[in-house]
């Protein structure tokens, strides 16, 4: 079983930076596709960024390719989220999730594993 811990949300303004992280435990996190997902208050979640195992395929939501990145260090057993340019529609409670294996990392509902959340919110 994994264990996903997100830190590093907070308040900030319009066009700035966060960068989230998520720590994992528990064994053979290498074998785990990691996925940030976030839900806004009413809103649907959605698929922010995902990462496959080793780090060679990543996948980005429309609303933040180009503003937002994702790694993972598999020897910390942690994935990180790199959050640039952000805007206030960008708020939201912020996931990590893990599964195994890469098909569907687009998709919540394919992930085993989720973390308790860290809210990011961005005042205009």
């Known amino acids: 079983q994994v264990q996903l811990v997100e830190s590093g949300g907070g308040l900030v303004q319009a066009g700035a930076s966060l960068r989230l992280s998520c720590a994992a435990s528990g064994p053979s996190f290498s074998n785990y596709a990691m996925g940030w997902f976030r839900q806004a208050p009413g809103k649907e979640r959605e698929v922010v960024a995902a990462i496959s195992q080793r780090g060679e395929s990543t996948f980005f939501g429309d609303s933040v390719k180009g503003r937002f990145t994702i790694s993972r260090d598999n020897s910390k057993n942690a994935v990180y989220l790199q959050m640039n340019s952000l805007k206030s529609e960008d708020t939201a409670k912020y996931y990590c999730?893990?599964?195994?294996?890469?098909?569907?990392?687009?998709?919540?509902?394919?992930?085993?594993?989720w973390g308790q959340g860290t809210q990011v919110t961005v005042s205009s």
């Open positions: 999730a893990a599964k195994i294996g890469w098909h569907g990392s687009a998709k919540g509902s394919m992930y085993d594993y």
